[in-house]
């Protein structure tokens, strides 16, 4: 495995933020903080006509056909920026359509991804249960040709102005997931307030939503969970370029910030400070595109790899914000500076997908099922 970027994945890189900082500044972003669109719809346009939303879709439906890599590095880039886009989700259920219902659903929704013209996001996680497979309890049943979806989602984020929703429901005892029109009868979401202002999270309710049966995906409980490793990755690419801001800042800080006549970054003890914090962001650099890598290549290890990295850039994301804000002393913390909405993001992606124990837990079993832990 090659643990180097490529020239082309250089680029992706380098293009993604210079599309954010030219069009999606920190003013732009707090503008944006308190309006009740999920998306900045003029930047995600330029974000479509980049490709971001086909960058990991088949090339037949108008994707490039790239993986798991290319999108760690444009989410890294995103949340580097507080972007308010729909990357992530979107993502997320186009490989889930193009592993195991493109032969169907392709042609109808996958252009419409590639393209931007729609996007779409998964409904999983449920309230008061874990982020995992066994926290889902919504359930569906079959009548007739159709089925009928019934249960609450939360966290769905960037659902209300979503195309469409990939529900995952219990359904004929096994796990399964069903592609939803967002705006089908029966299904309503309302807003909910939360730590983190630069995305948009919603609960969605199911009652009675009837969904054809062809837009049942293949695959079972197996092929959920490797989606939900592929999203737990993801999610640990925008806590990277989240760390990644946060040391930036602090830094700056350190080098302007005069106490007892000399800059603070001068001290011994706030250069063991900053020091640390880059350690626990190449860490997490590491552990996350390693993880991406290993998915791209099929690796037998793709899973726990995606635990680990989960596991260790939750907790280092939490510990970078909280250095983070004792560097810069209480203004971290003020609504003027632009330190605590990195501080809130940073929360809310220790906990999506599945905190660090949860992940931790799953890693400890797949380490007892492997050959040699026995």
Wanted: glycine fraction near 8%; aromatic fraction near 6%.
């Amino acid at each position: 495995m090659n643990f180097e970027l490529s020239d082309e994945q250089a680029m992706v890189r380098a293009a993604s933020r210079d599309l954010l900082s030219d069009r999606a500044p920190i003013e732009r972003v707090r503008a944006w903080l308190d309006r009740e669109e999920d998306a900045d719809s003029e930047v995600w346009e330029l974000a479509a006509e980049s490709g971001w939303p086909g960058l990991a879709l088949p090339e037949e439906y108008g994707g490039a056909g790239q993986g798991l890599v290319e999108l760690a590095l444009v989410a890294e880039e995103v949340a580097r920026a507080l972007g308010r886009v729909p990357f992530v989700p979107t993502a997320v259920v186009g490989r889930a359509l193009t592993a195991a219902g493109a032969t169907r659903l392709g042609a109808a929704v996958l252009p419409e991804l590639a393209s931007g013209s729609a996007w779409a996001t998964w409904a999983l996680a449920e309230p008061h249960t874990p982020w995992t497979l066994d926290g889902v309890h919504a359930t569906a049943r079959n009548d007739g040709i159709e089925i009928v979806l019934d249960g609450i989602k939360t966290a769905v984020q960037d659902a209300g102005g979503a195309d469409w929703l990939l529900v995952t429901a219990r359904h004929e005892g096994a796990l399964a997931s069903f592609l939803v029109d967002r705006h089908a009868p029966g299904v309503t979401a309302r807003r909910q307030q939360v730590i983190d202002p630069t995305r948009a999270f919603y609960e969605v309710r199911f009652e009675d939503v009837r969904v054809p049966s062809d837009r049942r995906l293949d695959g079972g409980p197996a092929e959920i969970q490797r989606l939900l490793d592929d999203a737990a990755v993801l999610h640990c690419a925008d806590a990277l370029g989240v760390m990644e801001r946060m040391l930036e800042l602090t830094v700056e800080h350190t080098k302007v910030r005069v106490q007892f006549g000399r800059p603070i970054g001068s001290f011994q003890a706030v250069k063991h400070a900053c020091a640390d914090m880059a350690m626990l962001v190449h860490g997490a650099r590491a552990a996350t595109y390693y993880a991406a890598m290993a998915a791209d290549a099929g690796s037998a290890d793709a899973a726990r790899s995606a635990c680990a990295a989960a596991a260790h850039t939750s907790q280092s994301a939490g510990e970078v914000a909280s250095r983070a804000l004792q560097l810069h002393g209480g203004i971290g913390f003020t609504w003027e500076h632009d330190l605590h909405l990195y501080l809130r993001r940073a929360k809310a992606d220790s906990v999506m997908y599945g905190d660090a124990d949860v992940h931790r837990d799953r890693l400890c079993a797949l380490l007892r099922q492997s050959p040699a832990f026995v």
